[in-house]
Structures are given as C-alpha cells and as structure tokens.
C-alpha cells in the first residue's frame, strides 16, 4: 500500500511538474515581458520584466495540477472519466430551471429598486448599465439560439444582423427622422431580409462549410459599412441618434419631460431605467415568441432539422423553409437588439460590430447549454457581467476568460444546463432529458 502511494505521488509530482513548465513557457513569454515606453530615455522602447506574477501563475499550475492528481482524478483516472462521473440525476436540470426561471425574473424586475434604495440614485446607474448591457446579451443569445441551439445551424456572423438593426435604426432616424418606436420594427423586418439573403445560398451547405460561410457574410456587412462613407458615415460613425420616448414624454428637463409631468425631481437615472425595463421587454418577449414557436409544427420542425436533416426530408418536411424561418427569425431579434444598442448607446461605428462579438455570443450559447434558454442567461450573466466587474485587470482578464471556456468545456462539454425538456412528450408530462441524447449544432 506503501509503496503503491509513492508511486501515485511520483507520478503525480512529474505530471505538476510538466504543467508548471509548459505554464513558464507560455506565460514567460506573454506576461514574463512587455514592452514600455520610457519617461526618461526620449521615449525609448524598454522591456518591462515582470517574473513575479509569472512565478505565482506557475505555482498555481504546479500545486493545482498536483492536488487534482492526489485528491480528484488518484492518476489513474483520466479527465474525461472523471467528470463523466458527476452528471446530474434525471429531471434535476428541470426542477433547477423551475426554481430559477421565476427567481430570476423577480430579481430582474425589482433590480433597479434595489440598486437605488442600497447605492442610490449616482451610484446604481454603474449596475444598471452593466444590467443593461447583460440583458442585451441574453436577449441576442436566444435570438442565436433559434438558428445554433434549435435548427443546428452553426452561424458565426450573427453579429451582422445586430449591426443591421443598429444602422437601420441610425440611418432611418437620421435621414428620415423616424423615432424610435416607428424604426423598432423596420431595423427587424429588415435584419429579418438579410437573414433570408444569408440562408438562400448557404442551404446546402452544413458543419464547417456553413460557418465559414456566415463568418464571410459577417465580415462583409462591417466591410460595407466600414467603406460606404457618403451613407454610413465610414469609420466615423453616426452619433447623435436620437433617444427613445415615453410615450412621447422626453427625458429631459422642463415641463414637458418625463419628471415634470409625473411629479417628479428631476434625475438622468429615469431614462437609464427606462432603458433597462426596455430591454428586458424586448428580452422576455424573445423568450416568450421563442418557447411558443418551439412547440408548433416549425419548431419542431428546426429540432427535426438538427437532429438528422435526411430523417427530416424523408418525413416531408421542407428543409429549405425551415432553415429559411430559422435564419430569419434570429436575424429579426438581433435586428431589434441592434436598434436598442443604438438608441441607448447614441453612437454606433463598425468597430462595434467584429467577429469577436459573434464569439461572445455563440461563446454564451454554447456554454448556456445549446437549446437551453435558462442557461443562455446564466452564461450571460458569468461572462458578460462578471468580466465587467473585473475590468481594472484588463491584462488578465481574456486568460481568465480562456481558462474558463476550457474548465466549462471540460465539466461541462454539453453546457451548464446539460437537461433539455423535450417540446412535445407521449406521456402528456415533458420530463428532462441528458443533452447526450440531443445532437449538436452541425447543420
């Protein structure tokens, strides 16, 4: 016994000790050294030597790795073997979610009061942008979540509806002078077009043939956008986009505003609250037209799709009208998203609009749990709110990022809410399911 723990800790000790150097390696090399400009050599270039995080970063690595070894996976395990071992009891997922979702919504609804009545009025308007931003990212996640979690359709471009839905408010407000509740519904139908214009020539195409394609179609949009100077401002941007109304009644000073006609003191959090109760408006209603669509025919008809398309055609099922409604329903609610993002931000650019924020949101999907619609919230809430939190470390804070989706990736390979409730059940009593049984989105 004696000798069979030393050998589990020799093993153990060698195997810290490759990860601590494969760890020196890396971060020797991207954090060890970084180049600064001097005050008092005329601006040269020096390297700043920083060895000392690089030492904590591999002990973590090395002490980490040896206590996995000795006290989790006993060296004989591997990683996968594991955490195969700690999935969830059947239906646990469901009574989660059952729990979570109306919590969720009445901290969602009471959130501003309690923002204001613990940090008051100048100190909440912080979380309450944060909010906003969370919120705009969960109500883009269930728009993603029709076409990658419910048809199977992998989509890498997803942020050129967004950009869409933000230049059709910009541009209609602009030219036009259209306000805010008339360009609402024109930046969808419109995003909701271009969605339609991606899903005709990409029909045949699936898996990474299909992503690469909407990657291409994503960079296209913010190329256009970025070179149409006369139309769209070029690298400029369109800024003074006007704000939307309550009912006509402008957040601003005077007799005629918001505070005056209410009775109220005069304060700039009312419209950064009216901006949140938007939003999380617009986010429920995605939820809502979403959960509904799923238990008619066509949403059933995308989970056909995603599970096997050749079942799905010899069933009489037309493929091309499902991946059609698909594209263009999540483009439509990125579209809407992209009118918000606008109107609240009053400046847009296509620097807003990169590869990197089709990432973030495929990124909260897939971690969400493809198909979960309790899960995209909760991923929202990790990497979008607790990056934000964390952004004075903003060396750091996309290698805490990275090391997560690789945690996450290796706990949870099919999401954190790894239970899906099938849309329709024989029994008459849908129960929960394990996500091994679901297909991932390859279409």
Request: aromatic share 14%.
């Amino acid at each position: 016994m004696m000798a069979q723990n030393d050998s589990l800790f020799t093993a153990s000790l060698k195997d810290a000790a490759a990860g601590g150097l494969i760890a020196l390696a890396l971060f020797g090399i991207t954090l060890g050294m970084r180049a600064d400009v001097a005050a008092g050599l005329g601006g040269q270039m020096v390297i700043d030597y920083r060895w000392g995080a690089v030492a904590i970063i591999v002990a973590i690595v090395f002490f980490g790795r040896l206590a996995l070894n000795l006290f989790v996976w006993k060296s004989d395990k591997p990683v996968t073997q594991y955490f195969s071992t700690l999935k969830p009891k059947p239906g646990a997922g469901s009574k989660v979610g059952a729990f979570a979702k109306p919590a969720l919504l009445v901290l969602a609804v009471a959130l501003p009061f309690l923002l204001m009545s613990y940090y008051g009025a100048s100190g909440s308007r912080r979380f309450l942008d944060l909010a906003i931003l969370v919120t705009t990212y969960v109500m883009l996640g269930w728009g993603l979540n029709i076409v990658v979690g419910l048809a199977g359709l992998l989509d890498l471009g997803y942020v050129a509806f967004y950009a869409v839905g933000a230049y059709s408010y910009a541009l209609l407000a602009h030219y036009f002078g259209f306000s805010f509740w008339i360009c609402l519904p024109l930046a969808g139908i419109l995003a909701a077009f271009w969605g339609i214009t991606l899903g005709f020539p990409v029909l045949r195409l699936r898996g990474d043939y299909l992503a690469i394609v909407t990657l291409a179609f994503g960079e296209i949009i913010r190329v256009v956008l970025l070179n149409w100077y006369n139309f769209t401002g070029g690298p400029d941007g369109i800024s003074g986009i006007p704000r939307p109304s309550f009912f006509g009644l402008e957040f601003e000073r005077g007799e005629n505003g918001f505070a005056a006609f209410f009775g109220l003191d005069y304060s700039s959090i009312h419209r950064i609250i009216f901006l949140y109760y938007l939003i999380l408006i617009m986010a429920l209603a995605t939820n809502f037209v979403t959960m509904r669509l799923r238990r008619l025919p066509v949403g059933r008809a995308w989970e056909a799709l995603r599970e096997d398309e050749i079942a799905c055609r010899s069933l009489g099922i037309n493929t091309t009208n499902t991946k059609l409604t698909a594209f263009a329903l999540g483009a439509m609610f990125g579209g809407f998203a992209g009118s918000f993002f606008a109107t609240r931000q009053g400046f847009i650019s296509p620097e807003s609009f990169t590869f990197i924020e089709s990432a973030v949101i495929l990124a909260i999907v897939v971690l969400g749990g493809l198909g979960s619609q309790i899960g995209v919230v909760i991923a929202a809430l990790v990497m979008i709110g607790g990056f934000e939190l964390i952004r004075e470390f903003e060396e750091y804070r996309m290698l805490v990022f990275g090391l997560l989706m690789v945690v996450i990736m290796v706990w949870k390979p099919r999401g954190l809410i790894s239970t899906r409730t099938p849309s329709i059940a024989l029994s008459g009593k849908a129960r929960g399911i394990s996500a091994d049984l679901v297909q991932e989105g390859h279409g």
